[in-house]
DNA sequence: TCTGGGGTCCTAGGACCC
DNA sequence: TCTGGGGTCCTAGGACCC
């Protein structure tokens, strides 16, 4: 038995926490760079605002319904989302977070749950309720795909109270022939024409296909769904691994044409790539620069361009990689191009225990290693002592990064709130 | 004018091995 | 003239998730 909780309307729901005026009313959440609507309050969902829609769409219907609007704070999300989930480590033995707002419970050998499954939902729900401020659904079911459907039923139908256990054969049933096959957590819009067009509409129409067909057509991975929908598990709760891959990327608040520009904010994303890398104790052994135009934009060719560079011996330094990247760029540079996002990607990442030498290196030097290794330490935990500037900032970076507070195309968040329960200036005070 | 960011897994095909 | 069978590793692309 797996239980899934999902916080409801997560980003809405933090914002709303500080903001005793706005509990009834709608709030929206955008993207970074204020670009598209990421999350809706119950409210805002109720006024017909779709997901993912960019915000200049939506702007002046949110103005005329007194819609409160606020830009990414990732900040006050990533504090509320821990609460949560140490909140639920409390309440089960085996958890997996399996994003910021949710979380799997395995309930099999929790005799506790197991007892009285209606009841330990019940108390699930409250308690984090109490704990956090934060509403949450939860799903309970034999896998973690019903687990997912049960949820899926909680936040559409209110009279489950936010709870569904899916128990009862004859629920289950209903329960899939009512809803859309592209609910299911696996299908996407891909898929889900594809399943239509071979007349397999509802989840139930999936749940009494073949296996072995559905595998034919689709491969394994919705074969597995197939079977997880008739109650065969076969997914597992997972234990948090180290990342096989590392992304930081941005779109800029304004074009960027110039080579000058576009390779300070490399260099600031393979630092901050970098910093990622060690906090997770590994190394790559790949670097991949890219930088894009607008794939929106009729009017101009879009036009990607990316490159790679390929280390002896797998690095976590911030200096080697900045290096790196710039190497990379320098190559791969299109003038004439408004470049709209850039990013850097970390791969061939292996654990700095387990590290691969370079047979004909001849600068494999162990002391080398070591005051390398102890620089970067320095480097983090200056980093970690002292708070960034509102820019983002760190107190110590590379040179080439530039400087955020003189560069125009750092991304906008004009509609930030306060970081109510990570900064100490931003604490709300009574009087 | 204005459209996010960060991940995972699987598969097919090519290069290579014995 | 005739040229097998079985395997691994890597990469790019496609699908999915939040």
Redesign the pocket.
């Known amino acids: 038995m797996y239980a899934l909780i999902d916080c409801n309307s997560f980003y809405a729901s933090c914002e709303k926490l500080f903001r005793p005026d706005l509990k009834h009313k709608p709030v929206v959440v955008l ?3 204020d ?2 609507v ?1 999350a809706r309050s119950k409210e805002a969902k109720a006024l017909g605002i779709k997901m ?1 829609v ?1 915000y ?1 769409q939506v702007k002046d219907f949110c103005a005329q319904n007194e819609v409160a609007v606020f830009s990414s704070n990732y900040a006050l999300y990533a504090d509320m989302s821990q609460r949560v989930m140490s909140t639920l480590e409390s309440l089960c033995p085996t958890v997996e977070v399996y ?1 910021i ?2 979380a799997f419970l395995y309930l099999a050998d929790y005799p506790v749950a197991m007892q009285d499954l209606d009841a330990y939902a019940n108390k699930v729900k409250h308690i984090v309720e109490r704990y956090t401020g934060i509403s949450v659904g939860v799903g309970i079911g034999q896998t973690k795909t019903l687990a997912k459907l049960a949820n899926y039923a909680t936040k559409q139908y209110p009279a489950t109270k936010g709870i569904c256990v899916l128990t009862n054969p004859r629920w289950i049933r209903r329960l899939m022939q009512i809803t859309d096959v592209g609910e299911v ?8 024409h594809r399943l239509n067009k071979m007349g397999v509409d509802t989840v139930y129409q999936l749940a009494i296909c073949e296996p072995g067909k559905i595998r034919q057509h689709f ?3 919705l074969e597995r769904t197939c079977l997880e929908l008739n109650g065969q598990p076969c997914l597992d709760i997972e234990s948090i691994e180290p ?9 800029f608040s304004t ?1 960027i044409t110039s080579q000058k520009d576009l390779t300070e904010a490399v260099c600031a994303h393979a630092s901050q790539a970098a910093h ?1 890398l060690r906090q997770q104790h590994s190394l790559c052994s790949v670097i991949t620069v890219f930088a894009k135009n ?1 794939a ?2 009729k009017s101009e060719k879009y036009t990607p361009i990316s490159g790679q560079y390929q280390f002896a011996t797998p690095t976590a330094d911030t200096r080697e990689l900045v290096k790196a990247a710039r190497v990379v760029l320098e190559k791969i540079f299109k003038h004439n191009i408004r470049y ?2 850039a ?1 850097v990607m970390l791969s061939g990442i292996c654990q700095h225990d387990e590290v691969q030498l370079d047979l004909f290196s001849t600068e494999v030097n162990p002391e080398v290693d070591d005051k390398k290794q102890a620089l970067m330490a320095v480097m983090d935990e200056l980093n970690s002592k002292y708070q960034a500037d509102r820019y983002q900032q760190s107190v110590l970076f590379i040179a080439s990064e530039g400087i955020r507070e003189t560069q125009q195309w750092q ?1 906008s968040r004009a509609l930030l709130s306060p970081c109510y329960t990570t900064r100490i200036s931003d604490v709300i005070v009574v009087r």
Do not use: H, L
């Open positions: 993207s970074n760079n670009g598209c990421v993912a960019p200049y994003s707002d949710e957590w696996g299908v996407g819009k891909r898929y889900k491969g394994v991975v990342k096989k891959q590392i992304i930081s990327s941005r779109s074009r990622k607008s929106f934009n709209a996002k990013g991304m």
